[in-house]
Every structure is written in C-alpha cells, then in structure tokens.
C-alpha cells in the first residue's frame, strides 16, 4: 500500500503529493501529527531517538515528542495521533488536541497538529523508533531545556513553547 503525504507550500497549503518514501526531511514541507504523552503527576514521557545508523535520522539521540506519525494523505489528524501511539508506545487511546502550529523543522518547516495524552499505564516503545523512554518532571525538562535547548529535538521545543502550559 502507497502512502501518500502532501507538500506544502511556505504556507501551509497543499502544492502536490509525493510517496512517504521520497520526501526529503531537509526540502519537504510536510503535516505531521504529534503526541505528548503525560501522567498524573505531569512528567513529560520524553523518548531518544534511535537510528544511529540511519542518516534520515538527523535527531539521533535527542529527546523528542513521545510519539509522531507523517499525516497521510486524506487522514483525519486525530487518527494518525492513535495511530502513532498504537505503533511507537503500545497505548490504544484518543489523545487531546492541543492546536496546531506551522514551524521550521531542519531547513523545512512542518505542519504540526500536537496532542497530549494524560496516561498512567505501561508504555512499550517500538525501538525501531525510540532507544528508549522515560518520565521527566516538568521541573527538570525546564531546566534541562533552558541550559541547552538543543538536547531537544525542534517539534518538542515548538511544542514546549507553545502548548506546554496546557499539560495539567
């Protein structure tokens, strides 16, 4: 099966349609879903990239959005958010959505639709995504993120900028 994505434009809209397989992630402009994931005590789940040897992987080992999915073409943002924690966390749940925001993303900017999950069950991280996982208090990723921002991947500081408030 052909998964299609959108292209856009500088502004968000759609100029044409490439194969998830051909978009260049330093060219593409591209929607992408994201979902933070947070529990009762308002630790942020904060996963570290893997694919050390993938050189698609520009973020290796940095931390990032709990789970991401690339929008399909004609998919509904609230379905790829489930889908995305299903197949990077194990967690079958519909997320809250937060609001969405056009940013630049390694030279190409990203439609992002962000979401949060408040969830205080067991996560199991697909490792062919994520090396690993874990908690973090809110206090700790604040002074990790003022001490040097780039620890962090540049949808989690969009998102850290712009809807981290809403995480209660």
Request: glycine share 4%; aromatic share 14%; proline share 3%.
């Amino acid at each position: 099966m052909q998964h299609l994505v959108d292209i856009l434009d500088e502004n968000g809209f759609s100029i044409g349609v490439k194969s998830k397989e051909y978009i260049d992630s330093t060219k593409d402009n591209i929607p992408v879903v994201y979902v933070v994931v947070y529990n009762s005590f308002c630790e942020v789940f904060l996963v570290e990239l893997s694919g050390e040897d993938d050189k698609k992987n520009l973020f290796y080992q940095k931390y990032s959005i709990s789970s991401s999915e690339v929008l399909n073409r004609g998919e509904k943002p609230e379905d790829a958010a489930k889908k995305a924690l299903l197949r990077n966390l194990s967690i079958s749940a519909t997320p809250q959505f937060l609001g969405e925001s056009f940013f630049t993303f390694n030279k190409s900017k990203r439609l992002g639709y962000f979401f949060a999950l408040k969830y205080d069950g067991e996560i199991e991280i697909n490792l062919d995504v994520a090396e690993k996982g874990e908690f973090v208090a809110r206090e700790m990723v604040d002074n990790m993120f003022l001490q040097d921002p780039d620890l962090y991947t540049p949808s989690f500081v969009e998102f850290w900028n712009k809807f981290s408030d809403k995480l209660v």
